[in-house]
């Protein structure tokens, strides 16, 4: 990781650590899809990539402009265009698109992207990785609310392990600092780095799916259900960032 910019918060990646990040996303993700077949084999996991740019519109009202990079509207016909924050809204709208178009589509279903997002993060050096251009790895589990399984507490240490089995640090599972309120729950794996622990992993169970999901049984009238979210949502920088400290140890 270079600062050569010289401007806190945007680095360059080599190529050995572009390497190591496509391995982490490919590993991750057979990971996840592996823990989620063996809880329940009707899963369906997929991949999706989405236009870093999206409109202000969905971006969430959490996000207020000073949080975010906003194009420049030149004509007052102009689409209010933002850098993305997080993947979450681009997910939820092509998980919305399949499940309503697709017939053969069902809960459960987890949509996972990989890609760059984009914050006004405050000025710190860094080595706290609080980075204005970063990547991230989300996973959206959506399934039914009246699922006999908790997922989420399920996949608590199966994902520590996952991340130790390739970092090569001490990890833990904490409570969030905070809890958002799209979230029931909400934890966070931390790598100890010597420096500190650094948050690397955030695990919630989301509420905040954008519709109901309808099914139908063999007989009988169709069945209205609430929509639960395990939401796995990896720090890859953060990952390669500590990845680095233990190789150099």
Not at 84 to 100: A, D, F, K, V
Not at 128 to 146: G, P
């Amino acid at each position: 990781m270079l600062n050569i910019y010289h401007v806190n918060s945007l680095v360059h990646w080599e190529e050995r650590e572009i390497h190591l990040r496509d391995h982490m996303i490919g590993f991750f993700s057979q990971e996840v899809r592996s823990f989620l077949r063996s809880v329940n084999p009707a899963w369906d996991v997929r991949r999706v990539e989405a236009p870093a740019l999206m409109p202000r519109s969905l971006v969430s009202s959490a996000y207020s402009n000073a949080d975010i990079w906003i194009q420049e509207q030149l004509s007052t016909s102009d689409i209010a265009l933002v850098l993305r924050p997080e993947t979450t809204p681009s997910t939820y709208l092509y998980m919305q698109h399949i499940l309503g178009n697709h017939s053969k589509t069902r809960l459960p279903l987890c949509v996972w992207q990989a890609g760059r997002s984009y914050r006004r993060e405050q000025e710190q050096p860094s080595k706290h990785m609080r980075l204005k251009e970063f990547w991230q790895l989300e996973f959206q589990c959506a399934y039914t609310a009246d699922s006999g399984n908790d997922y989420h507490a399920a996949c608590l240490e199966p994902v520590r392990r996952m991340i130790a089995s390739l970092i090569h640090l001490p990890t833990r599972i904490v409570p969030s600092d905070r809890l958002p309120a799209y979230s029931e729950v909400t934890v966070d794996i931390e790598v100890d780095n010597a420096d500190k622990w650094m948050e690397v992993c955030s695990i919630s169970r989301r509420t905040d799916f954008p519709q109901r999901y309808q099914s139908q049984p063999k007989k009988g009238a169709a069945v209205d259900h609430d929509v639960l979210v395990l939401e796995i949502a990896i720090g890859l920088d953060r990952c390669l960032y500590n990845w680095n400290i233990a190789a150099d140890r």
